[in-house]
C-alpha cells in the first residue's frame, strides 16, 4: 500500500511539472528530459507511468479534469435550485481556469483542436464530465425555473463556448484582467435568456 502511494505521489509530481513546463513552452518546444530534470526523476521513470510524450501532454488535462468535476459534484449537491446550481457551475469552471493557467493553455491553445486528444479516453471523460451542465439545465425545465422548449444541447455550447471564448482570449491577450469578474454578467445573461417567465 505504501509503494502505491508512493507510486501515485510520483505520477502526481511528473503531472504537475509537466503541466507547468507544457503550459509554458507549448508541445513542441517541451522535452521528456526538461520535464525529469525539473521534476527531480529519471526520463525513464517518466516513462514507466507514460509511454510517449503525447500521452503525457493528454494525461494532464485528464486528471485535473477528473479533480475538477468530483468538486463540482460535491458543490452541487449542497446547493438548491437549478439556477443556483448553473451559477456554481459557471463560477467553478472560470475559477478553476484563473487559478490554473497552465492547464487552461495546455486544453485551449494546444489540445483543443489536436484530433488524437478529441478521440482520447481523457476527452471522453470530459464530455462525460461536463454532462452535469445538461442535467442542471434539465433540472431548471422540469421544476419550472427554466422555460420549456429550450435546447438543452445549444444552451450548454452556448455556456462552453463563451468560458471556451474568455478563456482563450485572457491567455493570450491578458484581457479580461479576471476570469471570475466575469462570472456574474455571464451567469445573469445565461439565466435571463432561459428563466420561465413565471419564476
Known amino acids: 500500500m505504501a509503494n502505491l502511494t508512493k507510486m501515485e505521489a510520483r505520477k502526481t509530481q511528473i503531472l504537475r511539472t509537466a503541466e507547468r ?19 527531480k526523476i529519471s526520463e525513464a521513470s517518466i516513462y514507466e507511468y507514460f509511454s510517449t510524450k503525447e500521452g503525457l501532454l493528454f494525461s494532464v488535462p485528464t486528471k485535473n479534469a477528473s479533480e475538477l468535476f468530483k468538486l463540482m459534484k460535491f458543490h452541487l449537491r449542497l446547493i438548491r435550485g437549478a439556477a443556483n446550481k448553473l451559477r456554481s457551475i459557471i ?3 472560470l475559477s478553476t481556469n484563473e487559478k490554473s493557467p497552465d492547464n487552461a493553455s495546455i486544453v485551449m ?20 464530465g461536463l454532462k452535469i451542465i445538461d442535467e442542471t439545465i434539465q433540472e431548471g425545465i422540469n421544476a419550472g425555473e427554466f422555460r420549456n422548449g429550450i435546447n438543452v444541447y445549444l444552451t450548454r455550447s452556448i455556456i462552453i463556448g463563451t468560458i471556451e471564448h474568455l478563456v482563450t482570449s485572457w491567455l493570450m491577450t491578458e484581457r479580461p484582467e479576471s476570469l471570475v469578474h466575469m462570472a456574474d454578467p455571464l451567469i445573469d445573461t445565461i439565466i435571463e435568456g432561459i428563466q420561465s417567465k413565471t419564476k
Do not use: P, R, V
Open 21 to 39: 513546463i507544457f503550459g509554458k513552452k507549448g508541445f513542441q518546444d517541451t522535452t521528456i528530459s526538461e520535464i525529469a530534470k525539473e521534476a
Open 109 to 128: 491553445l494546444i489540445l483543443k483542436h489536436n484530433k488524437k486528444f478529441l478521440n482520447s479516453e481523457g476527452h471522453l471523460e470530459i464530455k462525460k
Open 91 to 93: 463560477y467553478i469552471l
